[in-house]
């Protein structure tokens, strides 16, 4: 799957895009970035797509963002009814990740 960002797409926007596809999973842009449904970028004109499948781990989402939009991020995983950084098991798939907190989820 790929992510389509440009300089017209809120970070919410992308959030839900992602979320669609990775419901125990959640992206959280690292400030300066975030605004309020603002779009992504004011200086410059950004265009392009990021592959989201199943089998990138964490490690490398958060490196492509920063690589192909200069973003900084990172994924937070579902536990239950909290969100937890996924930097202890960042080179696990999104999949794995999704997997994970679905079923942690289910047990609480």
Known sequence: MELYIDDKRSFQYIQYEFGERYPFLK???????????????????????????????????VQDFEAIFG??????????????ETCLTADWTLEQQNREGEAISRIT
């Open 71 to 84: 973003l900084s991020m990172m994924i937070l995983r579902r536990s239950g009814n909290v969100w937890v």
């Open 27 to 61: 992206i959280d842009f690292l400030r300066p970035y975030i605004g309020d449904g603002a779009p992504l970028f004011r200086r410059q004109r950004v265009r392009g797509t990021i592959n989201i499948d199943g089998y990138k781990t964490v490690d490398q989402i």
